[in-house]
C-alpha cells in the first residue's frame, strides 16, 4: 500500500498545477484582453494548441500516475515480459504526427498576415518608433499618412513630432510602424494587440496593428488624454533585454475613437511640439496623500 | 594507436598510484567522471545561489534591506547587479552544471563500463578534457570580481549589449551596460575553455563507442544511457565549432574592433574605433543558436538515456520499445540541427525562413512524444520499485511532459508572437533543464552512487529529499506558466511598473518562497550524499539486480574496470523473464539452460 | 591493435580503423565545422555588401592583396601536402630515411608558407589595414539632385559622426609627415590636405566667407588620390586609405587566414617533433600510421587554404 | 522504504525550514530608504577649477572618478580638492550640521530650527516640506537612484559606466535652465526639472519618465532640489576648510548661512524666467530667417559666433572640460538631437541663456534701439537663430545656398582643399 | 604494427600509388594555375564575372575532392569513414543556405533613393 502512495503523490501534484492553469481564467491569471484585428487568430491558434496539449497532457499524466498506482511492486511479483509493440508504436507515432502537422500548418496563414510585409494592409497611419536605452520614441508625421511614408521613416522630417513613450492610434486604423533602434536590440511588445517585433541595430522594420477597441477620450480643455475605461490602460514594454533598464522601457497605447479624435489630438500634440512660449499652466498640486 | 592497450595493460601492472596521480591528475574514467560530478555540483550551489537572488529580486522588486545581504545600494539590488545575476546564473547552469554533469561525469563513468571498455579511448586526452574546465572555471569565477562584474547580457549575449565597447561620442550614449566589458570577455573566454573540453570529450566518447566495444556488445545491444551519449557527442562535435566560431568572432569585435556583429552605417553603437561597421547583428544570433539549439538535447538527452535505463531496471521490464527509443533520440539530433531559427522568429530574421523553422521544430516534438510513450509503455504492466532513483526518474517523465508540451506553444510562430521573451519560456527551459535534467541527474546519482562508491545513499532521506524537491520545484516554476501567459516578460527586474503584470505579482512571491524552500531541500540531498560517502551501507556488485556491464564490475571498479573483459550475449533490458527464477538476466551471463536466446 | 586488446579478436566491435584514425577523422568533422563556420561568416557578411555602387566588397588592389602571392601559396602548400603523401608512404615500407627528408621537406614547406603569410600580414600593417584602423567613409555618389541628396545627406550625418577618429588619425599622420622630408611634390599635397582641415574659419574674418572644413568623406578620398600618386612615384607614405568596407574585409581576412595560419603553425609543430624523434632515432616503421595521421591533418589544412585562397583573392 | 516514514519527516521538515525562511524574507519588499541609512558625506574629489584644455576622446566608462583624480595633473591643468584631507573634527561637526538639517534618505526634510518667515516661505514656494520630500526619496529610490546615486552625486552603481555621466546634483549645476539672465547664481526653475524628467535627455541614457503620476513627478522634483541644496552646502562648506581659506564661524553656522543662500538663489530662479520677445514671423519668412541665422551662426566675430566651438555645425567639435570636470563636446547640430529638448522654445531659453556649466555663452543681441544692424528689418536675430539651429538638421528645410555650404555640392565633384 | 587502412601491401601496387600521388599532384598545380588565370581572365575582359566565379569555385571543388579522395585515402577509407562526413556535409551547406536569405534582405544602403529603402523583413 506503501508504494501505491507514490502514484497519489505524483497525482495530486499534477492535478495541482493543472487546476492552477484551469482557474487562471477566473482569477485573472490569462491573456490580457485582446484588442488586434488579429490578435483573434493569434488567440485561436492559441486555445487550439492548448486543446491538444490539454489532452496529452491529462492523457500521459493520468496513464503514468494509473500506472504508478496500479503496477507499484510486490515482492515475488513478476513484470510481463514485452519487448515492444510494433502496431502500437506505429499508432502513437503516426497520430501524433498527423496532429502536429495539422498544428503547424493550421499557423501558416496567421503568421503570413501578421508578419510578411507583402501581406500588410496599406497603412492609414505610419508612424515611426525609434527605441533606445530606455525608452520609445514616437516619431509622427505632421499627417496620419504622409506620401512617400517608406521613405519617410528613413528621412526625418522637419514637421516631424517626437513623443516619449505615447503610441496614439484610432480604432480600425490600420497602423504601420517602422521599428527602429538607436542602440542595442530592443523588442516592441504590446500585449494587447498580441504584437512583438525585435528592432535590429542598422534595420527599419515594418509591423502593423488595427486595434478593433477604443480606450481613450482626448481632452481638448486640458489637453490630456483620458481613459475611457480604467481598465483598458494599455501597456507597451521591452520584451528584449537591453541592458539595466530593461524593465522600465514602458510605453502607452492610446487608441482614439474616431480618426477626428486623433487629428485633434495631433493638432495638439503639434502645437505643444512647436511651442515658442513658455507654458502658462499653473503648477499643479504637490504631494500625494 | 597502441596507446590504450599498452596503458591499460601497464595500469594493471601498477596498482598503487600516488594520490595525485591516482585523484588529481587520473586518467581513470572513473575517477574523471567524479571530479566532473563534484565540480558541478560545486558549480550547482553557485549557480542555485544566484538563481535565489534573481527570485528575491522578481519576488520583491522595491527592495531588500536584508542584514545578511552583502550587496545593496540604498536598500536596493541594482538593475545592472541583476541583469549581472540572471545572466550568469543561466551561464553557469548551462555551461557548468547540466552539460559537465550530464556529459563530463555520467558521460565519463557510465560509457566504459557500459559497453565492456577497460577505459576511455584516450585517457590522456580524457584528463585534459576535464583540466580545460578549470580555466573555465578560474575565469567565470574571477569575472565577478573584475571591473563592472560579469557578463550581464544574458546567457545568450546578443550584440549588441554584448560587444559594443565605447561610446561612439556625436550626442550618442554609451552602451549602458557596465558588464560588457572586462566581464563579457571573461563570459566568452570561459565558454571558450568549455567548448574545447566537451569537443575533447566528445570525441573520445564517440571513438570510445564505435571502436571499444566489448565482444558481442553490437551497437543494438548498448543501453540507452551509451546510446544517448553517443548521439549527444555527436551532437556537440558538430555543434560547438560553430559557437567556439561565434565565440572568436565577438571576442574579436571587443578586442580588436573587428565589426563581425556591429551593423553598418555608423549606427550610435558603431564603435567609435571601427567606423560604420558593416557587419550583421543577427549572424550572432544564427551561429548562437546553431550551437544553442542542439545544446538543448545536449541538456537532455542523456538525461533521457539514462532514465530509461532506470526505469528500466526498477520497473523489473523490459524497455518497451528499444529500437524506436533509439531511432527517436536519432530523430531529435537530427531534427535539432535545423531547427534553430525558432529561437529567432520575433528576432527581424526573414519570415518566410519562419515558417520553414516552425514545421521542423513542431515536428520535433514527435519523437519526444514517443519516447514518452515508450516509458509509459515501460511502467505498464511492470513490477515498479520505488528507489529513491525510480521516484526521480518518473519524476522527469511527468515533468518532461510538461516542458515538452509547452514548447509547442512557442513553436508555433503566430502564438509565438505573443510567447517569446515571457516568462512561459523561462517555464518552459526550467521545465525541460531544471524539472527534467536535473531530475535525470539527481536520479543518476541515486543510481550510480553504489557503483561510484561502493555504498548506497540513504534511501529515505533520499526520497524525504525527493518529494520536497518535487514539491516545491512545481510551486517555483508551474506558475511561470501562469504568468506567462499573462504576459509577464523575461528578464524584468522590477514587474510592478506595469498594471497588466498587477494581478501576477503574488505569484511571484509565492514562487521566490518556493525557490527557497526548493533550495533548503537541497541541504538534504548534500548532507546524504557526503554522508553516505563515508557511512552508507556497502553496496554489492550489484545492488539493483540490473543487467547492464557496469554492474558486474566490482564497486567501486577498479583501474581497468573488469577482473575479465565481459562477453556479451544479449540486450540490457532482460528482465521478468517468464521462464526463469530471477526476474533479470545480465548482460555478460551466459545464457541458462533452457531457455532460448533471443534473436537479436 | 585489434589482435590484442581483445581476449577474442574474431569478436572485436569496432570499425574496421585503427581507433586514433578514427579519432582523427571525427576531430577533422569539428573543424570541418569550425571552417565552415568561418566561411559562412565570410559568405553571409560580403554577400549583405551591396553590389552595385561604389560601396562594395573592396577589391584585391584596394587592400593590397597580391593574387600571384596568395597562388604561389597555394602551390607551397600542395607540394607540402604531396610531400607529405610520400613520407607516409616511405614510412609504411620502412624506408625511414626517406621518410625522414620527406618529412623535413614538409616542414620547411610549411615554414615557407608562414613566412609567405608574414610577408602578406606585413604589407598589411604598414598600410594600416587592420581592424579598427581603416577609415570606410567616402562620400555618397553624386547622381542627379533632390531625394538622391537627402538620401545621401542622411547617410552622410551618420559617416560623418563615425568618420571623425578616421579624421584625427589622418591629422596626425599628415602632421608626421610634415616633419619628415620625402617626395617634395607628396609632402606639399599632404600639407595642403592638412592646412585644410586644420584651419580654422575665424582666419577669414567675413561673416559671409564662410568654408566648411572637409568632411571625413572628403579626406578619405583626398587621401586615396595621394596615396595613388605615392605609389606611382614609389614613395612609402604612411596613411590610413579610405576603403569602404575595409574594416568588415580586413576582419574576415585576418579572421580566416589567421585561424588557417595556426592550424599550419600547428602542423608545422608537429612535423617539426617528428623530425626531433627522428634526429634521436625513435622514429621507426612502428610510426607509420602516425604519420598517416599527421598527414590527414595536414590535407584537411590543405583543403581549407584551397577554398580560402579563391574566396579571400580571387572571387 | 516506507513512504509513511518519509511523510512524516516532510511535515517535519517543512514545519521547521517555514518558520526559518519568513525571518529571511521579511526585509524584503521596502518601499523606502533603510532607516538606519544616512546620507554618506562627500568623498571624491571637488572640482573647483576644471581644465581649459580641449581633447577628441572622450572618457571610457566606468573610468569617472579615475578621470577627475587626473584632472589636477600639471599637465592637465584643473584643480580639485580632495575630502579625504577633511579634518576629523570639522568632518564630524560637518556630518551632524547636515544630518540635521537635510535629515536621512529615508526621512528627508530641509528643516532651520530658527529660520525666519521669509526662508520658510521659500521653502514652501520650492515644495520642500516633509511630506513631499518623503515621497520624493522613495520614487528616487526606485527609479532614479541606481545612476545618480544616494546623495545625487551621479555615482549609483550604474552611474560610472554610462557616458555621459549622470548628473551630479551636488554642485547645484544644471544644464537646461530657463531662468531669466538677470539672475544671479542662476539655478533650473521647477519647470525646468519637470521637463527634463518628462521629456528625458535625447542622446543621453536619461530616459523619459513622462508616465509617472504627476504627484510622483512633483516630488522629485523636490528631492532632486533638496539633494542639490544638501550637495552644495557640503561642498561649499568643505572647500574653504580644504583650500586653507578656513571658515569664520563654526561648520554649522557656515551651513545654514550657504543654505539660506542657496534657497534665495533657488528661490529667485524659480520665480522668474526668460520671457521670450513675441515671435515677429510669419510663414513665409521662414527662408529668409533660416538664411539671417545661418550668417549669425557662421559669423565668427559676430555676437553669436556659434560656429567657433559647434565647429563644422558640431560634427567636428572637439571635447571640453565641463564644470564637473567631465568631458562634453558642443552637440553636432547637425545629427537633430537635442538634449535640451526639441521645442523652439527650449532652443531659444539655451541659446539665449546658455549652458551655463559646460561654458556655452549665451548669445547676447542686446536690444533692438542699441544694435540696429543685428535686428534689422524688425528680425529678431534669437528667433533666427532659433529656426537656423531647428531647421538645420533637415537639408529639405534649407536655402539652396545654404544647404550645399553645410552639407557641401553634391551635383558636381566635391573640390576640397581648395581655399 | 600493419597498414589497416590499405589492405594492399604488393610493391607494384606501391609504385602505383605514387604514381597517383604525383599525377595529382600536378592536376592540382594546373588548377591553381586555371582558377589564377581564370581570375586574371576578368580583368582582362575576356569572360564575365559569373563565369570566371563558376570557374574558380568548381576548380576548388575540385581540387578538394582530389586531394581528399588520393592523398587522404578516401579512396579506400571511404566505405569505414562515410557516415561521419557525409553528414557534416549536409550539415554545413545546409547553415550557409539558411543563413543566404537573411542577408539578401539585409540593410544596403538603396541604390536609387528614389525608390522606397530596401525592405527589411518579409517579402516585397
Same mark, same amino acid.
Given at each position: ?16 498545477? @493543472? ?32 486543446? @491538444? ?155 502593423? @496593428? ?80 | ?137 578560474? $575565469? ?21 549589449? &554584448? ?164 531511432? &527517436? ?71 518532461? $511532459? ?8 512557442? &513553436? ?189 | ?315 | ?419 | ?16 600509388? =605514387? ?41 576548388? =571543388? ?63
Amino acid at each position: 500500500m506503501q508504494q501505491k502512495g507514490w502514484g497519489i503523490f505524483f497525482g495530486v501534484v499534477l492535478l495541482a498545477a @493543472f487546476l492552477s492553469i484551469a482557474v487562471g481564467p477566473l482569477v485573472g491569471w490569462w491573456l490580457p484582453a485582446n484588442v488586434s484585428s488579429f490578435g483573434p487568430d493569434v488567440d485561436y491558434l492559441y486555445y487550439v494548441i492548448l486543446g @491538444f496539449t490539454t489532452f496529452f497532457f491529462l492523457l500521459t499524466e493520468v496513464l503514468l500516475v494509473w500506472a504508478m498506482y496500479r503496477f507499484a511492486g510486490r515482492p515475488g511479483n513478476k513484470s510481463q515480459y514485452v519487448e515492444g509493440h510494433h502496431r502500437l508504436e506505429m499508432l502513437w507515432t503516426v497520430v501524433p504526427g498527423g496532429i502536429l502537422l495539422y498544428i503547424a500548418i493550421a499557423q501558416i496563414s496567421a503568421w503570413e498576415r501578421i508578419k510578411y510585409q507583402a501581406k500588410m494592409p496599406d497603412p492609414d497611419l505610419v508612424m515611426q518608433v525609434t527605441a533606445r536605452q530606455w525608452d520609445w520614441t514616437m516619431r509622427y508625421a505632421d499627417t496620419p499618412l504622409p506620401e512617400n511614408h517608406r521613405r519617410w521613416a528613413e528621412i526625418p522630417n522637419f514637421d516631424d513630432i517626437y513623443l516619449p513613450d505615447e503610441l496614439h492610434c484610432w480604432k480600425g486604423a490600420n497602423v504601420r510602424i517602422y521599428l527602429k533602434t538607436n542602440d542595442v536590440l530592443h523588442s516592441l511588445f504590446l500585449p494587447q494587440l498580441r504584437l512583438k517585433q525585435d528592432a535590429l541595430p542598422g534595420k527599419t522594420i515594418p509591423v502593423w @496593428f488595427n486595434a478593433t477597441d477604443a480606450n481613450t477620450r482626448f481632452n481638448a480643455s486640458t489637453g490630456n488624454c483620458e481613459w475611457t475605461d480604467k481598465n483598458k490602460e494599455w501597456e507597451i514594454a521591452c520584451a528584449e533585454l537591453c541592458g539595466g533598464g530593461h524593465y522600465r522601457m514602458r510605453g502607452l497605447l492610446y487608441v482614439h475613437e474616431t480618426k477626428d479624435d486623433y487629428l485633434n489630438w495631433l493638432k495638439h500634440a503639434q502645437k505643444a511640439a512647436r511651442s515658442r512660449q513658455p507654458e502658462k499652466k499653473a503648477t499643479p498640486v504637490a504631494a500625494k496623500d | 594507436m597502441s596507446v590504450s592497450h599498452s596503458h591499460s595493460a601497464e595500469a594493471h601492472a601498477h596498482h598503487e598510484l600516488s594520490f595525485l596521480r591516482k585523484y588529481i591528475f587520473s586518467e581513470d574514467h572513473k575517477i574523471i567522471g567524479i571530479q566532473f560530478l563534484f565540480s558541478g555540483l560545486i558549480f550547482f550551489l553557485i549557480g542555485g545561489t544566484l538563481a535565489l537572488l534573481v527570485r528575491l529580486q522578481v519576488g520583491f522588486p522595491k527592495g531588500i534591506n536584508l542584514p545578511w545581504f552583502p550587496i545593496s545600494w540604498g536598500g536596493r539590488m541594482s538593475p545592472d547587479f541583476y541583469a549581472m545575476v540572471f545572466s550568469m546564473h543561466a551561464t553557469i547552469m548551462i555551461f557548468f552544471v547540466i552539460i559537465p554533469l550530464l556529459t563530463g561525469a555520467f558521460g565519463n563513468f557510465t560509457i566504459p563500463l557500459m559497453i565492456g571498455a577497460r577505459d576511455m579511448a584516450f585517457p590522456k586526452l580524457n584528463m585534459m578534457s576535464y583540466w580545460f574546465m578549470w580555466p573555465a572555471f578560474a $575565469v567565470i569565477l574571477s569575472s565577478f570580481f573584475v571591473e563592472g562584474g560579469a557578463g550581464a547580457s544574458g546567457w545568450t549575449s546578443y550584440p549588441l549589449l &554584448a560587444s559594443a565597447t565605447m561610446p561612439a561620442g556625436e550626442g550618442f550614449h554609451s552602451p549602458a551596460s557596465p558588464h560588457s566589458g572586462i566581464g563579457q570577455i571573461c563570459w566568452l573566454v570561459a565558454l571558450l575553455f568549455v567548448g574545447v573540453s566537451s569537443m575533447m570529450g566528445s570525441i573520445n566518447y564517440m571513438t570510445t563507442i564505435i571502436n571499444l566495444r566489448a565482444p558481442g556488445m553490437t551497437m543494438f545491444r548498448m543501453p540507452m544511457t551509451v546510446w544517448a551519449m553517443f548521439i549527444t557527442a555527436i551532437l556537440q562535435s558538430m555543434a560547438l565549432p560553430v559557437l567556439t566560431v561565434a565565440l572568436i568572432l565577438q571576442l574579436l569585435d571587443k578586442t580588436i574592433n573587428t565589426t563581425f556583429f556591429l551593423p553598418p552605417g555608423g549606427m550610435a553603437f558603431g564603435n567609435w574605433h571601427t567606423g560604420p561597421g558593416g557587419g550583421q547583428t543577427l549572424l550572432w544570433q544564427h551561429l548562437f543558436w546553431f550551437y544553442s539549439h542542439p545544446a538543448v538535447y545536449i541538456m537532455i538527452l542523456p538525461a533521457m538515456g539514462m532514465v530509461s535505463d532506470i526505469i528500466s531496471t526498477f520497473a523489473r521490464k523490459h524497455l518497451f520499445g528499444y529500437k524506436p527509443m533509439v531511432l &527517436a533520440i536519432a530523430g531529435i539530433a537530427g531534427l535539432g540541427f535545423i531547427v534553430w531559427g525558432h529561437h529567432m522568429f520575433q528576432s527581424g530574421m526573414d519570415p518566410r525562413l519562419g515558417t520553414g523553422f516552425m514545421i521542423a521544430t513542431i515536428m520535433i516534438a514527435l519523437p519526444s512524444a514517443v519516447k514518452t510513450f515508450n516509458w509509459l509503455g515501460t511502467i505498464w504492466g511492470a513490477n515498479i520499485q520505488y528507489t529513491t532513483a525510480m521516484l526521480n526518474a518518473l519524476a522527469f517523465v511527468a515533468m518532461f $511532459v510538461i516542458g515538452g508540451l509547452s514548447g509547442i506553444f512557442m &513553436a508555433a510562430t503566430p502564438v509565438d508572437v505573443y510567447f517569446h521573451d515571457t516568462y512561459f519560456i523561462v517555464a518552459h527551459i526550467h521545465y525541460v533543464l531544471f524539472m527534467s535534467s536535473i531530475f535525470g541527474i539527481f536520479g543518476g546519482i541515486y543510481y550510480w552512487f553504489p557503483k561510484m562508491f561502493g555504498r548506497l545513499m540513504n534511501e529515505k532521506w533520499g526520497k524525504v529529499h525527493f518529494v520536497l524537491t518535487f514539491l516545491f520545484s512545481n510551486c517555483t516554476f508551474f506558475p511561470m506558466h501562469i504568468i506567462g501567459i499573462a504576459g509577464h516578460p523575461r528578464r524584468y527586474y522590477d514587474s510592478t511598473l506595469y498594471r497588466f503584470l498587477d494581478n501576477v505579482q503574488p505569484l511571484n512571491q509565492f514562487m521566490t518562497i518556493s525557490a527557497f524552500l526548493l533550495a533548503l531541500a537541497q541541504i538534504i540531498f548534500l548532507v546524504n550524499f557526503f554522508w553516505s560517502l563515508f557511512r552508507g551501507a556497502k553496496a554489492g556488485a550489484n545492488p539493483w539486480h540490473s543487467n547492464t556491464l557496469e554492474w558486474t564490475a566490482p564497486s567501486p571498479p577498479p583501474h581497468g574496470n573488469f577482473v575479465q573483459t565481459p562477453i556479451v550475449r544479449r540486450g540490457p533490458y532482460e528482465y521478468g523473464n517468464p521462464d526463469m527464477e530471477e526476474d533479470y538476466l545480465p548482460q555478460a551471463e551466459p545464457q541458462p539452460s533452457g531457455i532460448p536466446a533471443p534473436a537479436h | 591493435m585489434t589482435q590484442v586488446v581483445y581476449e577474442r579478436p574474431q569478436e572485436h566491435m569496432g570499425m574496421p580503423l585503427p581507433t586514433p584514425k578514427v579519432a582523427m577523422w571525427l576531430f577533422l568533422v569539428t573543424e570541418i565545422m569550425f571552417f565552415t563556420a568561418l566561411i559562412g561568416t565570410y559568405i553571409v557578411l560580403r554577400h549583405g555588401t551591396p553590389a552595385q555602387s561604389p560601396f562594395k566588397w573592396p577589391a584585391p588592389h584596394q587592400v593590397h592583396l597580391i593574387e600571384w602571392i596568395g597562388a604561389l601559396n597555394t602551390f607551397v602548400l600542395i607540394c607540402s601536402s604531396f610531400t607529405v603523401v610520400l613520407a607516409h608512404h616511405a614510412a609504411v615500407k620502412a624506408d625511414m630515411k626517406k621518410a625522414t627528408s620527406y618529412v623535413a621537406i614538409t616542414l620547411a614547406l610549411g615554414g615557407v608558407f608562414l613566412g609567405i603569410k608574414a610577408y602578406e600580414y606585413n604589407s598589411k600593417f604598414q598600410h594600416d589595414i587592420l581592424p579598427g584602423h581603416i577609415g570606410e567613409s567616402l562620400p555618397y555618389p553624386a547622381k542627379g539632385g533632390g531625394d538622391n541628396d537627402l538620401k545621401a545627406i542622411e547617410r552622410e550625418k551618420h559617416e560623418h559622426a563615425t568618420g571623425m577618429q578616421y579624421f584625427h588619425r589622418v591629422q596626425l599622420q599628415l602632421e608626421a609627415i610634415k616633419k619628415s622630408s620625402i617626395d617634395a611634390e607628396i609632402q606639399k599635397e599632404c600639407n595642403a590636405l592638412l592646412d585644410a582641415m586644420t584651419a580654422t574659419t575665424a582666419a577669414e574674418g567675413q561673416a559671409v566667407a564662410f568654408h566648411r572644413p572637409p568632411s571625413p568623406a572628403e579626406v578619405g578620398e583626398r587621401v586615396n588620390e595621394i596615396l595613388e600618386k605615392a605609389e606611382k612615384k614609389g614613395v612609402t607614405l604612411h596613411l590610413t586609405p579610405a576603403i569602404p568596407f575595409g574594416n568588415l574585409w580586413a576582419s574576415c581576412y585576418f579572421a580566416m587566414t589567421g585561424f588557417h595560419a595556426l592550424h599550419v603553425l600547428g602542423g608545422v609543430v608537429v612535423f617539426a617533433i617528428i623530425l626531433l624523434m627522428a634526429v634521436i632515432g625513435r622514429l621507426g616503421p612502428q610510426h607509420s600510421t602516425m604519420l598517416e595521421l599527421v598527414g590527414l591533418y595536414w590535407h584537411f589544412v590543405d583543403i581549407v587554404w584551397i577554398f580560402l585562397f579563391p574566396l579571400l583573392y580571387l572571387v | 522504504m516506507s513512504s509513511a516514514v518519509s511523510f512524516a519527516r516532510m511535515v517535519r521538515v517543512l514545519a521547521l525550514a517555514i518558520p526559518c525562511l519568513l525571518p529571511l524574507l521579511s526585509g524584503c519588499d521596502l518601499d523606502s530608504y533603510p532607516a538606519e541609512l544616512t546620507y554618506p558625506l562627500r568623498s571624491d574629489p571637488i572640482v573647483t577649477s576644471p581644465p581649459g584644455s580641449t581633447r577628441w576622446d572622450t572618457t571610457a566608462p566606468g573610468q569617472l572618478d579615475m578621470h577627475i583624480a587626473h584632472l589636477s595633473d600639471p599637465e592637465v591643468g584643473g584643480k580639485t580638492l580632495d575630502p579625504a584631507k577633511l579634518p576629523a573634527k570639522e568632518r564630524g561637526e560637518l556630518e551632524r550640521a547636515l544630518n540635521e538639517i537635510f535629515g536621512t534618505p529615508a526621512t528627508p526634510k530641509v528643516f532651520l530650527k530658527d529660520a525666519d518667515d521669509e526662508v520658510k516661505s521659500r521653502i514652501q514656494d520650492l515644495k520642500l516640506d516633509d511630506k513631499t520630500l518623503a515621497h520624493g526619496s522613495i520614487v528616487y529610490r526606485r527609479h532614479c537612484m541606481h545612476c545618480h546615486g544616494v546623495t545625487g552625486d551621479g555615482r549609483g552603481p550604474t552611474g560610472p559606466w554610462i557616458n555621459p555621466t549622470p548628473r551630479d546634483y551636488r554642485q547645484g549645476l544644471f544644464k537646461f535652465m530657463s531662468t531669466a539672465v538677470e539672475v544671479n547664481n542662476r539655478k533650473p526653475r521647477r519647470e525646468d526639472l519637470r521637463r527634463t524628467l518628462e521629456h528625458g535627455i535625447e542622446g543621453t541614457s536619461m530616459p523619459s519618465f513622462s508616465l509617472l503620476e504627476e504627484a510622483e513627478k512633483e516630488a522629485l522634483v523636490s528631492y532632486v532640489i533638496h539633494l542639490s541644496l544638501r550637495g552644495e552646502c557640503e561642498r561649499y562648506t568643505m572647500e574653504p576648510i580644504l583650500d586653507g581659506s578656513g571658515l569664520e564661524g563654526s561648520v554649522r553656522e557656515k551651513v545654514v548661512e550657504l543654505l539660506g543662500d542657496f534657497l534665495h538663489a533657488w528661490a529667485n530662479s524659480n520665480a522668474k524666467g526668460i520671457e521670450p520677445g513675441a515671435y515677429p514671423y510669419k510663414e513665409g519668412d521662414l527662408q529668409a530667417s533660416i538664411r539671417r541665422g545661418f550668417q549669425l551662426f557662421t559669423d565668427p566675430r559676430g555676437s553669436a559666433s556659434c560656429i567657433n566651438c559647434h565647429v563644422d555645425f558640431g560634427r567636428q567639435a572637439p571635447f571640453r572640460y565641463d564644470k564637473w570636470g567631465t568631458l562634453v563636446r558642443p552637440a553636432n547640430l547637425t545629427a537633430g538631437v537635442y538634449r535640451g529638448g526639441r521645442r523652439p522654445i527650449d532652443i531659444y531659453w539655451r541659446i539665449r541663456g546658455g549652458i551655463d556649466p559646460s561654458q556655452m555663452p549665451r548669445a547676447d543681441f542686446g536690444d533692438q534701439a542699441a544694435h540696429k544692424e543685428q535686428w534689422r528689418n524688425n528680425a529678431d536675430p534669437y528667433w533666427d537663430l532659433v529656426n537656423f539651429v531647428q531647421a538645420l538638421p533637415y537639408p529639405q528645410m534649407l536655402p539652396e545656398d545654404v544647404r550645399d555650404s553645410i552639407y557641401g555640392r553634391r551635383h558636381e565633384k566635391t573640390e576640397h582643399a581648395q581655399r | 604494427m600493419t597498414e589497416t587502412g590499405h589492405p594492399t601491401t604488393h610493391d607494384a601496387a606501391h609504385d602505383l600509388r =605514387v604514381k597517383a600521388y604525383f599525377t595529382v599532384f600536378i592536376a592540382l598545380s594546373i588548377f591553381t594555375l586555371v582558377s589564377f588565370i581564370a581570375n586574371e581572365a576578368v580583368r582582362q575582359g575576356w569572360i564575365d564575372l559569373y563565369t570566371s566565379v563558376t570557374i574558380i569555385i568548381a576548380v576548388a =571543388v575540385i581540387k578538394a575532392i582530389l586531394v581528399g579522395l588520393i592523398f587522404m585515402h578516401l579512396n579506400f577509407d571511404w566505405g569505414k569513414v562515410y557516415f561521419i562526413i557525409v553528414p557534416i556535409f549536409i550539415l554545413g551547406v545546409m547553415m550557409m543556405m539558411v543563413l543566404m536569405p537573411d542577408t539578401v534582405i539585409a540593410w544596403q544602403p538603396s541604390q536609387n533613393p528614389l525608390e522606397p529603402p530596401v525592405s527589411t523583413t518579409g517579402t516585397r
